[in-house]
């Protein structure tokens, strides 16, 4: 996110943790002194969006786009075109929280062609103790699902395994040998991995992003 307009965009099984790595990278990207939009992409799962967050980020000067009716009893899945104004900007760093598995990702081959041109990091979310991606075979076809609905390839894989409230230490580097395997097996590169940041220092000695939780009861 060095360059003045830079698309991040995260993705993942349904509860692997996006939203909580979109608030972390949105407030840390602010620092920088470059604008920052983070897109809410999720049309399909009214739970743990980060248009929840929207407080968060007005205290922090961080914009937020968000579907017409989220956080309203409607709930009606529906995009602003207040997304391709965003998309055209000229500067600034734009994060878009994507809906959960392919399902979600369809709302983002809507905007593939603009993504591409200005430049973008795919990020997949990885959690090993989601029932449905406890294997590497399973959470990367996950991810195929995903390009194939979204039109665009994931850059990065993000090793968020976790266990909610029970996570320490241990649990995180349990699910270090299943984020290597899935870097090895689909060739896309692991960036880090999630740890709380009071357990930073136990493994400071691996790849790792530290992050607050925002998002419960899963990060």
């Not at 965009?9 to 349904?14: A, D, E, F, Q």
């Not at 972390?24 to 999720?42: F, Y």
């Not at 060739?187 to 691996?206: F, I, K, Q």
Request: net charge negative; aromatic share 10%.
């Amino acid at each position: 996110m060095e360059k003045d307009r830079w698309i991040t965009i995260i993705t993942g099984h349904y509860g692997s943790g996006k939203t909580n790595l979109a608030v972390n990278l949105a407030l840390d990207a602010k620092k920088s002194g470059q604008p920052v939009t983070v897109i809410d992409l999720d049309i399909v799962n009214p739970y743990f969006r980060t248009a929840d967050f929207s407080k968060l980020f007005s205290q922090e000067g961080i914009e937020i786009i968000a579907p017409v009716y989220a956080n309203t009893n409607l709930d009606i899945p529906a995009l602003s075109g207040a997304v391709d104004g965003v998309l055209r900007q000229k500067k600034g760093v734009i994060i878009i929280d994507v809906g959960g598995d392919d399902a979600g990702a369809i709302a983002l081959g809507r905007y593939s062609e603009e993504i591409r041109d200005v430049g973008y990091e795919l990020i997949y979310v990885i959690n090993c103790y989601r029932y449905l991606t406890k294997n590497p075979e399973d959470a990367l076809t996950v991810m195929r699902e995903i390009e194939a609905a979204s039109g665009l390839r994931a850059t990065k894989l993000f090793n968020n395994s976790n266990l909610g409230k029970e996570t320490d230490g241990e649990t995180v580097l349990r699910s270090i040998p299943f984020a290597e395997e899935c870097e090895t097996v689909s060739g896309v590169p692991l960036w880090a991995t999630a740890v709380e940041s009071r357990y930073a220092d136990e493994l400071s000695s691996y790849s790792i992003y530290p992050v607050t939780i925002y998002v419960g009861p899963n990060f």
